[in-house]
């Protein structure tokens, strides 16, 4: 059974940091990894998603890499403002459509 | 494009009673998907469709609860005779394909007094 841990819990930050949130998964048989945004009281807003071929995405301030062999995907936020405060979730699929959640990391910044 | 919708953004039911929770995915998505989001429990897949093939329902918590999908678009999740544990956001996401981005609606919340 596909088992999606993130560490930290729960992170706070200062304005203008540099972040890495990770994400270990227990199944290397991925067919991809998602990283989501959440924030309070509403859906999932999607990041990035890695292909099980692929190494890392970009997109702005974000890049994610996956190493499937290790199990594990790292989210880095670069220069990190109070807008980024959110609940960032890590999910990957190993079967056809199904994803498996992790228990997210909650990150603040504040200013 | 429009995104993900889901009605209604709230309920509060009776224990016992039967819920029915509706998503409309976006415009030409073949696969739909719901997820419970619970305290303790995270998010959990409860079913996903895919075009007119037959649903994956694996992640059914018990025969109480069912999902259909009419005209491979609009889903209803039915759960009947609610319990106390069944409080929690119910989310429902579609992509293009199965092995795309999934794009998640708002929720709904689900209390069950």
């Known amino acids: 059974k596909q088992e999606v841990t993130q560490i930290p819990a729960a992170l706070s930050v200062p304005e203008g940091e540099n972040l890495v949130l990770n994400c270990s998964f227990t199944?290397?048989?991925?067919?991809?990894l998602q990283w989501f945004r959440q924030d309070p009281g509403k859906g999932l807003t999607s990041l990035l998603l890695?292909?099980?071929?692929?190494r890392e995405q970009t997109s702005g301030r974000l890049n994610a890499s996956l190493d499937k062999s290790s199990g594990r995907s790292t989210l880095y936020i670069a220069a990190s403002q109070p807008g980024d405060s959110a609940t960032y979730l890590c999910?990957?699929?190993?079967?056809?459509?199904?994803?498996?959640f992790g228990q997210g990391t909650i990150l603040t910044v504040h200013p | 494009g429009a995104g993900v919708s889901q009605s209604p953004s709230n309920k509060v039911t009776e224990k016992g009673k039967d819920v029915e929770l509706r998503c409309d995915p976006i415009?030409?998505?073949?696969?739909l998907y719901w997820y419970r989001q619970s305290l303790g429990q995270g998010l959990e897949f409860l079913i996903y469709?895919?075009?007119?093939?037959?649903?994956?329902k694996s992640g059914l918590p018990s025969d109480r609860f069912s999902a259909e999908r009419t005209g491979g678009s609009v889903s209803t999740l039915t759960i009947q005779r609610t319990q106390q544990e069944d409080s929690a956001v119910y989310l429902c996401?579609?992509?293009?394909?199965?092995?795309?981005?999934?794009?998640f609606g708002p929720g709904t919340r689900l209390l069950v007094l």
């Open positions: 996401a579609s992509s293009l394909e199965a092995e795309e981005t999934q794009y």
């Open positions: 199944d290397s048989a991925i067919y991809n």
């Open positions: 890695i292909q099980s071929s692929q």
């Open positions: 999910a990957v699929r190993t079967s056809y459509g199904k994803l498996t």
């Open positions: 415009s030409g998505h073949t696969a």
């Open positions: 469709f895919q075009g007119n093939s037959a649903p994956d």
